[in-house]
């Protein structure tokens, strides 16, 4: 069945660190792509979607590349900052019209 | 911005009660849905709907009842509450099929005792 995969439960940076957060994709076909972003008390928010297979997509900082060679689609920021902490979440609309698969969250805490 | 709005912010009940939670959407849109977040777990589905009276069953529905009675109010309706549904719940709205992205409210904190 469809699944998103992120490995990485927790990562901790300093400010002006990289960043770079996993996640993989198993389904059939291209998918469009997402990445949401949870700030503490709040809901998750689209942060950036990709359509298109080995496009980029872009928001705030924020790119990742859907790469159908490797169904990746990682997320990644040059210089995070503080105000980046939240919780990162890949998801994927799958085969159910309307409906996305999510990956477990990645919990990004950056230092100042 | 889609607006979507959640009551209670944070439930407490017994096991073996009974809890509603509600969802109300303004933006006319036609799926609304409902999580489940939990630690390790992240965003699981547990029921959606794609307009009123309509109710499709997602990943983790059991001893969950939902019922969407207007496009704009859909209901997660918890009978015999247990306290492995203590969770973090986030109600969420989307266009539909053409327009995937998922809006969601600031989430109901559910504690069963």
């Known amino acids: 069945g469809d699944s998103v995969i992120q490995m990485q439960g927790q990562v901790t940076l300093s400010e002006n660190d990289f960043l770079f957060i996993n996640c993989t994709y198993s389904?059939?076909?291209?998918?469009?792509l997402f990445w949401y972003v949870q700030y503490s008390g709040e809901g998750p928010q689209l942060l950036l979607q990709v359509t298109t297979a080995n496009n980029k997509g872009s928001s705030r900082g924020f790119e990742a590349t859907y790469d159908k060679g490797t169904t990746s689609f990682h997320l990644q920021k040059t210089s995070v900052q503080e105000i980046d902490s939240a919780v990162y979440y890949c998801?994927?609309?799958?085969?159910?019209?309307?409906?996305?698969?999510f990956g477990r969250g990645t919990r990004l805490q950056v230092y100042a | 911005e889609a607006a979507v709005t959640q009551s209670p912010r944070n439930k407490v009940t017994v096991t073996g009660g009974n809890v509603t939670l509600s969802c109300r959407q303004t933006?006319?849109?036609?799926?609304m849905y409902w999580y489940r977040q939990d630690t390790g777990h992240g965003l699981r589905l547990i029921h959606y709907?794609?307009?009123?009276?309509?109710?499709q069953i997602g990943d983790v529905p059991d001893g969950y009842k939902a019922t969407r009675t207007t496009q704009e109010d859909f209901f997660l309706l918890l009978e015999l509450a247990s306290p492995s549904q203590t969770s973090l719940y986030f109600c969420a709205s989307s266009e539909g099929a053409r327009q995937d992205t998922q809006y969601f409210g600031p989430g109901t904190r559910l504690l069963v005792l």
């Open positions: 709907s794609y307009g009123a009276g309509n109710l």
């Open positions: 998801a994927m609309r799958g085969k159910v019209v309307g409906q996305l698969t």
């Open positions: 933006n006319s849109h036609n799926y």
């Open positions: 389904t059939t076909g291209y998918p469009t």
